[in-house]
C-alpha cells in the first residue's frame, strides 16, 4: 500500500471508529416525507397556534392520493390529535394546536407508499429559552464532586503508552493508552494523537457517545496541530475486534446506564465522570502540551461529559457539546420529555422511581453540571431529536451563565450536518491555537 492510500485508509478509520452511529444524517429514500411548522425560525410563543404543513414526495413531485397518518403532541408525551388522511395532491396543512407552558409540539407523519412507510416529523418550540429544569440541585452537589476529585489524586494514575504504527501518519504519532482510574486495579483507555513536530500544543479530550465501541483517535485535528485524546468509558482496550464489543453491550455492559442507580457512591457514571479528569491529568502530563490551552468535545453521551469536565476540570478552557444526554432526567415525573436515557419513562417508572434513585441522579445530571460552567462553550442541537428531546437539552442550556452560542439546526434529529461539525471543529481549534 502505498504513503497515500495507507494515509486515506487511516483517516476512514477514524471516521467510522470516531463517529457516534447516531451522529451520521439519514440516508435519502426514493419517497421523502416534508413536516414543516408556518413559522420559518420553528418557534412559536405559549398560547400561538402552530400549522405544519406536509408534502409527500416522489422524483420531486407531490405524490397524488398518498395515505398519511399523523400524531401531534408535546414531544414524548402521549399525542392529543391523530388522525388518517389521504392527500388528494399529496399536500395539506393542518392546525397543531399550542402550547400554554414552554416546550416542544411534535408533529410526527407515516406516508403509506406502495405498501412501504415513510416516516418524519418537525417539532416547533415554544418560548425554548424560557424552559426550567424540573431536576433538583443537592446542597451538597459541590462538596460530593470536591470529595470525588480528592479521592482521585490519591490513586497513581500509571500511565502506559503503546506506539500503533499502523495508525500513524507522516504528521502525527497514534498511540494506545491506559491510564489507571478512579481505584486501583481499574483502567481507562483511549488513542492518543500527537503531532510529531517538536514543539508545544494546545490539547482536545474527545469523549464518547453512548454504546460500547472500539476507537480509531481524532488523527484529523492532531494534523492540525493540536494533541487529542479519545477516550472510552467501559474500562476495555479500544482497539479490539469490534464482535468483542457486540458481545460485551448485548452482555455485561447491557443497560449499563442504570447499573447501581440506587447509591450516589456506585453509581456507573461516577467511575466515567471521574474518568475524564483522569484522562485530563494524563493530557496535561505530556510533555508535548503547552501548558494552558485545554478544551473537550463530544455528543449526546460526549455532550453530557463535555459540560460535566469542563464544570469540574478548572484545566478546562473551552468546549464543544453536542445534543448533550443526561440532561433534566427528570422531566417525566413533571409530565414533559426528560433526557437520555429515559430512566423515568412510563416504561421504566415502575423499577426507578425510588427515593434511593431519585437521590441519585441529582448528582449525575449535567443540569447541575451545567450551573457550574465558567468557560465559554459551543453547543448544538436540532428540534427534532428524539433520543435528547430539546426540551432536556434547553434545561441545561438555559442555565449556563457562562460564554455560550447555540448553533441551532432545526431539522436535525440525533445527527449533525457537515456544516455543523465544521463550524464547531473551526471555532474549537481557533479558541484552542488563540486565535
Given at each position: 500500500?502505498?504513503?497515500?492510500?495507507?494515509?486515506?485508509?487511516?483517516?476512514?478509520?477514524?471516521?467510522?471508529?470516531?463517529?457516534?452511529v447516531?451522529?451520521?444524517?439519514?440516508?435519502?429514500?426514493l419517497v421523502?416525507?416534508?413536516?414543516?411548522?408556518d413559522?420559518?425560525?420553528?418557534t412559536?410563543?405559549?398560547?400561538?397556534?402552530?400549522?405544519?404543513?406536509?408534502?409527500?414526495?416522489?422524483?420531486g413531485?407531490?405524490?397524488?392520493?398518498?395515505?398519511?397518518?399523523?400524531?401531534?403532541?408535546?414531544?414524548?408525551?402521549?399525542?392529543?390529535k391523530?388522525?388518517?388522511?389521504?392527500l388528494?395532491?399529496?399536500?395539506?396543512t393542518?392546525?397543531?394546536?399550542?402550547?400554554?407552558t414552554?416546550?416542544f409540539?411534535?408533529?410526527?407523519?407515516?406516508?403509506?407508499?406502495d405498501?412501504?412507510e415513510?416516516r418524519n416529523?418537525?417539532?416547533?418550540?415554544?418560548?425554548?429559552?424560557a424552559?426550567?429544569?424540573?431536576e433538583?440541585?443537592p446542597?451538597?452537589?459541590v462538596?460530593?464532586w470536591?470529595?470525588?476529585?480528592?479521592?482521585?489524586?490519591?490513586?497513581?494514575?500509571?500511565a502506559?503508552?503503546?506506539l500503533?504504527p499502523e495508525?500513524?501518519?507522516?504528521?502525527?504519532n497514534?498511540?494506545?493508552?491506559n491510564?489507571?482510574?478512579?481505584?486501583?486495579?481499574?483502567?481507562?483507555y483511549?488513542?492518543?494523537?500527537?503531532?510529531?513536530k517538536?514543539g508545544?500544543?494546545?490539547?482536545?479530550?474527545?469523549?464518547?457517545?453512548?454504546?460500547?465501541?472500539?476507537y480509531?483517535?481524532?488523527?484529523?485535528?492532531a494534523?492540525?496541530g493540536?494533541?487529542t485524546?479519545?477516550?472510552?468509558?467501559?474500562g476495555?482496550?479500544?482497539?479490539?475486534?469490534?464482535?468483542?464489543?457486540?458481545?460485551?453491550?448485548?452482555?455485561?455492559?447491557?443497560?449499563?446506564?442504570?447499573?447501581?442507580?440506587?447509591?450516589?457512591?456506585?453509581?456507573?457514571?461516577?467511575?466515567?465522570?471521574?474518568?475524564?479528569?483522569?484522562?485530563?491529568?494524563f493530557?496535561t502530563?505530556?510533555p508535548?502540551y503547552?501548558?494552558?490551552?485545554?478544551?473537550?468535545?463530544g455528543g449526546?453521551?460526549?455532550?453530557?461529559l463535555?459540560i460535566?469536565?469542563?464544570?469540574?476540570?478548572?484545566?478546562?478552557k473551552?468546549?464543544v457539546?453536542?445534543?448533550p444526554?443526561?440532561?433534566?432526567v427528570?422531566?417525566?415525573?413533571?409530565?414533559?420529555?426528560?433526557?437520555?436515557?429515559?430512566l423515568?419513562?412510563k416504561?421504566n417508572?415502575?423499577?426507578?422511581?425510588?427515593?434511593?434513585?431519585?437521590?441519585?441522579?441529582?448528582?449525575?445530571?449535567v443540569?447541575?453540571?451545567?450551573?457550574l460552567?465558567?468557560?465559554p462553550?459551543m453547543?448544538?442541537?436540532?428540534f427534532?431529536?428524539?433520543?435528547?428531546?430539546?426540551t432536556?437539552t434547553?434545561?441545561a442550556?438555559n442555565?449556563?451563565?457562562?460564554?455560550?452560542?447555540?448553533f441551532?439546526?432545526?431539522?436535525?434529529?440525533?445527527?449533525?450536518?457537515?456544516?455543523?461539525?465544521?463550524?464547531?471543529?473551526?471555532?474549537?481549534v481557533?479558541k484552542?491555537?488563540?486565535?
Open positions: 500500500m502505498n504513503k497515500s492510500k495507507h494515509i486515506l485508509y487511516i483517516l476512514l478509520l477514524v471516521i467510522f471508529f470516531s463517529t457516534d447516531a451522529n451520521c444524517q439519514p440516508p435519502n429514500q421523502k416525507v416534508l413536516v414543516a411548522p413559522h420559518t425560525n420553528w412559536y410563543k405559549t398560547g400561538e397556534e402552530a400549522k405544519f404543513t406536509i408534502t409527500v414526495l416522489r422524483y413531485n407531490p405524490v397524488p392520493n398518498v395515505k398519511i397518518k399523523y400524531e401531534i403532541g408535546p414531544e414524548k408525551m402521549e399525542p392529543v391523530r388522525d388518517s388522511l389521504n388528494a395532491d399529496g399536500k395539506i393542518l392546525s397543531g394546536g399550542t402550547m400554554k414552554p416546550g409540539l411534535r408533529c410526527t407523519v407515516t406516508a403509506f407508499v405498501d412501504k415513510y416529523l418537525a417539532t416547533a418550540g415554544y418560548d425554548p429559552e424552559i426550567k429544569p424540573t433538583k440541585n446542597a451538597d452537589f462538596a460530593f470536591d470529595k470525588a476529585r480528592a479521592d482521585l489524586a490519591k490513586i497513581p494514575m500509571d502506559k503508552m503503546t500503533m495508525r500513524c501518519t507522516e504528521n502525527v497514534v498511540y494506545h493508552v491510564l489507571q482510574n478512579f481505584r486501583v486495579g481499574t483502567r481507562l483511549g488513542i492518543l494523537c500527537v503531532p510529531k517538536e508545544k500544543y494546545p490539547a482536545l479530550l474527545r469523549v464518547p457517545g453512548a454504546g460500547v465501541r472500539p480509531g483517535g481524532d488523527i484529523g485535528t494534523e492540525r493540536i494533541i485524546f479519545e477516550i472510552g468509558i467501559h476495555i482496550p479500544v482497539n479490539l475486534d469490534a464482535s468483542v464489543y457486540t458481545s460485551l453491550g448485548s452482555g455485561i455492559l447491557n443497560d449499563y446506564t442504570s447499573q447501581n442507580l440506587d447509591d450516589r457512591d456506585k453509581y456507573f457514571y461516577k467511575r466515567v465522570y471521574v474518568g475524564c479528569l483522569r484522562a485530563n491529568d493530557l502530563s505530556l508535548q503547552d501548558g494552558k490551552n485545554l478544551g473537550v468535545a449526546s453521551q460526549g455532550g453530557a463535555s460535566v469536565t469542563a464544570a469540574l476540570d478548572k484545566r478546562v473551552y468546549l457539546s453536542f445534543y444526554a443526561i440532561s433534566d427528570t422531566g417525566y415525573l413533571e409530565g414533559r420529555a426528560g433526557g437520555w436515557p429515559h423515568f419513562t416504561n417508572l415502575t423499577y426507578n422511581n425510588t427515593k434511593e434513585k431519585l437521590n441519585t441522579v441529582q448528582y449525575y445530571d443540569v447541575n453540571f451545567a450551573r460552567l465558567k468557560v462553550g453547543y448544538s442541537w436540532g427534532n431529536d428524539e433520543v435528547c428531546p430539546p432536556s434547553y434545561s442550556y442555565v449556563i451563565t457562562a460564554p455560550k452560542q447555540l441551532l439546526a432545526l431539522e436535525t434529529g440525533h445527527w449533525t450536518f457537515p456544516e455543523q461539525n465544521e463550524k464547531t471543529n473551526n471555532w474549537l481557533d484552542l491555537k488563540n486565535k
